[in-house]
């Protein structure tokens, strides 16, 4: 795979390529026995994939921080396919409480969970802290989404344990990831202002996708529990992702309009790695156009996956503490 193949949209060696649509990639697919929860499904890529995969008989939780625009997405999928079965609870990443309270009410309705599909995002913001003190692209991309797994791990595990099914974690990255600070991740330097620079927090946060979902599935295979957890590229798509670079990116696109895709090929790799039975047991891995590739050699960095891990540990146990 390359840009031959982005370009033509030539399948690799996983039948699917840079054209292949959520659609395609998950027919002839039946999810009934699944709960999906799915991050920033309101909109955008999020959002075809909620779509397709309650297309697909998955039961499907949107988790949102607008619930006006989660309502209307559940609408509009349900206007589609009136058997579809897809609810609405209220996240917001940037916000340890509210993941905290999201969390309750999620295990209040005690459904099971297969797969969660990390997918909320925000992408080159101004200078910002979260709710928490937090660098608001990490706490949103990374932190939030390390969180929110953590308390639903326990879930996960005893469902993948009582089912015999699978569990499956997916965390939506980017090829962005590959343009961060020296070193991968300031974790000495995570909030400091002066030395801010939207698009290298931006690549510092994809990476920690990366590093995360490896991290996880090593610590899956150590425990012996039956869950996977990859992480993504989706794409260049058109989104609401692009609104502090609207301007650079229609630009951009002028002069690269051969590249980017539409959003139900926007959804396709994380629908293909969310349910796609020729992953069974693949864990660890990074995927750009439906087809295992390798990311940078610093998200390969077990080491720094480890540091990782203990830094948002501390963060998140610092940041609880001062609430
Ligand atoms: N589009 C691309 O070209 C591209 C390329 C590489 C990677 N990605 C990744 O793909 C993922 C989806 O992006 P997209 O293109 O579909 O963008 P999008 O349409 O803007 O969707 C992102 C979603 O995340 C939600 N979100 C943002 N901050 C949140 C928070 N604090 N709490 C809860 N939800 C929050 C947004 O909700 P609001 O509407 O409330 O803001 C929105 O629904 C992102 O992780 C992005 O980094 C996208």
């Given at each position: 795979m390359g840009i031959f193949s982005l370009i033509t949209g030539m399948p690799g060696s996983s039948g699917f390529?840079?054209?292949?649509?959520a659609e395609d990639v998950t027919?002839?697919?039946?999810?009934?026995n699944l709960t999906v929860l799915i991050t920033g499904g309101a909109s955008g890529i999020g959002l075809e994939t909620a779509r397709v995969l309650a297309l697909r008989r998955a039961h499907v939780i949107i988790a949102a921080r607008n619930m006006k625009a989660a309502n209307e997405a559940k609408r509009l999928i349900v206007e589609d396919n009136e058997t579809a079965r897809v609810d609405v609870l209220k996240l917001d990443l940037a916000s340890i409480a509210s993941i905290r309270s999201f969390v309750d009410k999620f295990n209040a309705l005690d459904l099971p969970l297969n797969i969660l599909i990390n997918n909320a995002g925000i992408m080159f913001c101004p200078y910002q802290l979260s709710d928490d003190e937090i660098e608001i692209q990490f706490a949103t991309n990374h932190l939030g989404h390390f969180l929110l797994t953590n308390l639903l791990l326990e879930k996960m595990k005893k469902t993948a344990k009582d089912t015999g099914i699978e569990g499956r974690i997916v965390n939506l990255s980017s090829i962005a990831h590959q343009y961060t600070y020296k070193g991968g991740i300031r974790f000495d330097k995570i909030?400091?202002?002066?030395?801010?620079?939207d698009k290298k927090a931006y690549g510092q946060s994809k990476l920690a996708n990366i590093l995360h979902a490896n991290e996880l599935s090593r610590r899956f295979q150590e425990e012996g529990v039956n869950i996977t957890a990859n992480s993504v590229h989706p794409g260049l798509i058109m989104t609401n992702l692009m609104k502090h670079s609207a301007l650079l990116m229609r630009f951009l696109k002028l002069f690269s309009f051969f590249i980017w895709k539409d959003v139900p090929q926007g959804a396709a790799t994380t629908c293909y790695v969310a349910l796609h039975p020729n992953l069974k047991g693949v864990t660890g891995k990074y995927f750009i156009d439906c087809n295992e590739m390798p990311p940078s050699s610093v998200a390969k960095d077990q080491t720094l996956a480890r540091n990782l891990w203990d830094f948002s540990n501390k963060l998140v146990r610092s940041a609880s503490n001062k609430a």
């Open positions: 390529g840079s054209s292949s649509t027919h002839g697919i039946d999810a009934t909030n400091d202002e002066s030395s801010y620079s």
